[in-house]
């Protein structure tokens, strides 16, 4: 059987090192699905029921895995679907892949069905965006799109139109005019240096050595750096903050962290803030800037120099890797004979923890979301893998999910976008057979995309979905809360969904959970469970997720909202008021 040019594509993206391809197909792409099936011996594809979950897999994969992560979606509406997933890969700064379909050349610019410009609607979400128009283009096209998507650390997207992903492999069939011929390249990523210039880390180390109150910051950058962190933190006596994406960089429980920052950390680290006059920032980009010091002495080590020093003033900005350069500057730094601040935050984060304990009431009824939470994290695996949705489900887990041993947590850091928790944690277990995979989701983010539970099952990966059940948009209600407006269309009419059965109607362990006594043995059968399954917790909607540091403003805003009227109000009061008698009383 003569190979056809789709084949191309395919051994090229084996060539790469790909092993698995997410998407859906469609009549845009038969000639891309047929040359998988040739090749699917090599190069596994991943059915799933909907193109974006499809683009959120691939982003997982290439957040956990660090390699290029590949979707595909056929030609119009297909490749409109995987827009949202693909520009949670742009905004976190991972590789992925998109190929899409496209209608066959005669037919462009005439109004055929489905007819969209892919290549234009791509502009903005990709670094690299390219139609096929000659079979020879492929292995060439293919390469640099790869190459850019590693290099510039985002989306790139091939489109091929149908006639062509069905011609013949080698087939050139115009005129060359111009004084060249298609390029022959390699599939080949040479990762730039590394290191800053010599000059630049003894800068760098001058710097840090002349703090006095220094704090470090870690980002999504620095996740492979885990033991330079803690070096240069008992070098430096420098507590470590960690951006939500960055929250496996560090154990939870280490004595050199203040955990997160942020309306989602903790109040030592907004403390710590307030104290330091020196911050070095390892591997972030951090966005919200008003949780930053103001007017203090800060560093940076940064991967790309495009976002080096682009948050706050940066005295002394040096572009490397993380865990490279702090490896390479750890020698450079003046000892510190005393550890004070490292004591102090200590001794602050013991009692933060306490207090979040507090809140884990195995009592409440309502469910406490911090009880379940803390329920899962204690019965999980040590080198579990959770991913999260966005909304008060990323406060839970960010406050209650404890990073020990080889933990790994996962989310849509920087586009913060519902549903591609589910997604996520289908895209990690394909990379990561033998890890055990928890989504921990809302009932709206869940609700999004949970037909891609049946994928789960139908590919017999034995992920574990916890749905965080509140009936509600709960984060915009709170959201709404802070602006000082009651609530509005953010809860759902009652019943609660029982998503439980939804599950045990296809074959999976489904477990509903109304009651707090059930609920830790519920989550021990469903962790244990050797299939897929999901635990579905109806909890306290009243809950509020609050900022580990509340301020006079936030404050003021909430009052108001119960004075306009504020519909749940007494529960709410009730839920803030028992959260307070616990805390004191540990």
């Not at 040590?382 to 080889?406: K, V």
């Not at 059968?525 to 580990?548: F, K, M, Q, S």
């Amino acid at each position: 059987m003569a190979q056809i040019a789709s084949e191309a594509l395919v051994e090229r993206l084996i060539d790469w090192g790909v092993d698995t391809v997410f998407g859906l197909p469609g009549d845009g792409i038969n000639g891309i699905m047929e040359g998988l099936r040739r090749h699917q011996d090599k190069l596994r594809f991943v059915l799933v029921h909907h193109e974006e979950a499809a683009a959120f897999m691939a982003t997982a994969h290439a957040k956990a895995t660090g390699k290029i992560g590949v979707c595909l979606a056929t030609s119009g509406p297909g490749g409109i679907h995987l827009l949202n997933g693909l520009y949670d890969a742009k905004l976190d700064h991972v590789p992925v892949l998109a190929i899409t379909g496209m209608q066959e050349t005669s037919l462009l610019g005439t109004g055929y069905q489905q007819e969209v410009a892919l290549d234009k609607l791509y502009a903005d979400v990709a670094e690299y965006d390219m139609m096929i128009s000659n079979p020879v283009q492929i292995p060439a096209v293919t390469d640099l799109a790869v190459r850019t998507a590693y290099a510039r650390r985002g989306v790139a997207h091939i489109t091929i139109p149908n006639d062509i992903q069905v011609a013949d492999a080698g087939a050139d069939p115009w005129q060359h005019v111009a004084p060249a011929s298609a390029p022959k390249t390699r599939a080949m990523y040479l990762a730039p240096p590394a290191l800053p210039a010599a000059q630049d880390l003894q800068m760098l180390a001058d710097f840090l050595n002349e703090g006095e109150k220094i704090a470090i910051l870690a980002g999504a950058g620095a996740l492979h750096a885990r033991e330079e962190l803690i070096a240069a933190a008992e070098a430096l006596d420098a507590p470590i903050v960690k951006t939500l994406p960055s929250k496996a960089a560090v154990p939870d429980v280490s004595p050199y962290t203040t955990g997160g920052i942020g309306l989602l950390g903790t109040k030592p680290s907004e403390e710590l803030m307030d104290e330091i006059d020196t911050l070095l920032m390892v591997g972030t980009n951090f966005p919200y800037t008003k949780h930053l010091p103001q007017g203090v002495r800060c560093a940076q080590i940064e991967a790309d120099p495009v976002r080096a020093g682009a948050r706050i003033p940066t005295d002394v900005p040096v572009v490397g890797d993380a865990q490279q350069t702090l490896r390479a500057l750890l020698p450079l730094l003046k000892q510190r004979a005393e550890h004070e601040l490292l004591a102090k935050y200590t001794r602050e984060m013991n009692a933060w923890r306490r207090n979040m304990a507090a809140l884990e009431d195995p009592e409440r009824d309502p469910i406490a979301p911090q009880y379940l939470m803390a329920a899962v994290s204690e019965l999980a695996a040590d080198d579990a893998i959770l991913t999260c949705d966005s909304g008060t489900i990323a406060t839970w887990a960010a406050r209650h999910w404890t990073i020990r041993d080889g933990r790994q947590f996962y989310l849509s850091g920087n586009l913060a976008t519902m549903a591609p928790g589910l997604p996520y944690a289908i895209g990690i277990q394909h990379a990561f057979p033998g890890r055990q995979v928890i989504a921990f989701v809302g009932d709206g983010g869940f609700a999004m995309l949970m037909a891609e539970f049946l994928t789960a099952v139908q590919h017999r990966l034995p992920v574990k979905v916890v749905i965080n059940n509140n009936n509600a948009l709960g984060q915009i209600l709170w959201e709404q809360m802070v602006l000082g407006y009651p609530e509005h269309g953010v809860r759902y009419p009652e019943p609660f969904a029982d998503y439980a059965a939804f599950a045990t109607a296809n074959g999976a362990l489904g477990i509903k959970v109304t009651e707090p006594g059930d609920l830790r043995g519920a989550v021990q059968l469903a962790l244990n469970h050797p299939g897929p399954a999901l635990l579905d917790v109806n909890v306290n909607p009243d809950e509020p997720p609050l900022p580990g540091k509340v301020e006079y403003e936030q404050a003021k805003n909430f009052a108001l909202a119960f004075l306009r009227g504020q519909p749940h109000r007494a529960t709410i009061a009730t839920t803030l008021l028992k959260d307070r008698i616990q805390q004191l009383g540990s």
